[in-house]
């Protein structure tokens, strides 16, 4: 099982009431989805990436993908890229 992290729950916690409106970065399936896939080696790493594709076509990947290939498909990998 899983251990849920503080971040995690911060982030569940702020879209529970509503002063998170991303749709992606604070939509709770999508963020279960990031945890419960074990993609990343902490909970941070999601939220710190940058998206190369719209937002709507961020959203139709998750629905249609797998977890890693929305990732792979939405994101660019380098966190530390500045658009």
Known sequence: MKVIT???LLFIIVVTFNQCTHPIFC???ILEAIAKSNIF???KTFVD?????P???AL???RAQSVSDFVNS????DP???L
């Open 41 to 43: 080696t902490d909970s």
């Open 6 to 8: 503080i971040t995690y």
């Open 27 to 29: 939509s709770v399936p």
């Open 55 to 57: 937002v709507e076509t």
């Open 49 to 53: 990436l940058v998206l190369k594709v």
């Open 74 to 77: 939405s994101f660019h990998s």
């Open 80 to 82: 530390n890229i500045i």
């Open 60 to 62: 139709y990947n998750f």
